[in-house]
DNA sequence: CTGCCTGCAAAACTTTTGCAATGCG
DNA sequence: CGCATTGCAAAAGTTTTGCAGGCAG
């Protein structure tokens, strides 16, 4: 999925529900195109507020969960207090490993994991939605100090 | 592991940290070995103030933690803003389905799970502490409503 | 004795909410 | 035009911290 398509997508997703399609909203997901990696809501809502997009916090709290509840976003959390988020189009599914000493995050992608995940859901008569797999431990270069 | 032995294990690991075995510190590790399934930290000091048992908000947190560094508990978060917190003796390592409607919390245990793991971190060079695999979705009573 | 721990309350932090004003549909 | 949405600030909820005793080692 690209940019484009991931903006007809939250456009979409806003008018089956019937809420409205604002400047605000449109402003988050596109800032949110440009980014990488992993951030929280509150280091996105000072990067926003940087850039001189208008948008209070609670518009920011608001458009992050709307953009999970439409999958173009991800939200984590890796043993902090703090829920973080990525952008979930235009990259493969992966799960994470944290290291507990420097708090950096690895990501890895195992389609063995998705058959597991399968047969898990299948023996509970569980419906998937999705999921997380987070492995904590001590990267390599920690390992070496 | 039994009961005895977690106390034991507590005992050892916080004389080789260096910390005080205080009484408040066994009082909480004993209420939790009568526990069940999961609770979080506010839950619990209620449980604890109820029982007479004689420890403060700060301490319940402390001890919650020094827990989870000596493997005695586990710590999770399953998406809302809490942490929760289960017993980690006495039972075999384990990984959880969670519904998005009704909350309920379903355990699993998948032993291929914990190849796939072993295989990611000697990919990563990774040296493996613990994990937590949640998935999402919804559940089977949740499907039949 | 020493200094780690505890209790209490206040502070810190993340997230949610109430209310009046705004503007999308 | 009606009502969802926004901004702001205050509230709510969870976890941490500072400080003055208290007690384990």
Do not use: W
Not at 74 to 102: M, Q
């Amino acid at each position: 999925m690209d940019n484009s398509t991931a903006k007809e997508t939250f456009i979409s997703f806003l008018q089956s529900q019937k809420l409205r399609v604002t400047p605000e909203r449109l402003d988050l997901l596109d800032e949110i195109m440009t980014s990488n990696g992993h951030f929280d809501a509150e280091n996105f809502y000072s990067v926003v507020r940087e850039k001189g997009i208008k948008a209070s916090r609670a518009t920011v709290y608001n458009t992050l969960d709307l953009l999970v509840q439409c999958g173009l976003i991800s939200k984590y959390r890796f043993g902090d207090t703090t829920s973080r988020y990525e952008k979930a189009f235009g990259r493969p599914r992966h799960d994470h490993l944290i290291c507990l000493n420097c708090g950096e995050i690895l990501e890895f992608v195992s389609p063995e994991l998705d058959n597991i995940q399968t047969k898990v859901c299948k023996q509970h008569g569980f419906r998937f939605a999705n999921s997380s797999l987070q492995i904590f431990g001590t990267c390599s270069k920690c390992q070496k100090k």
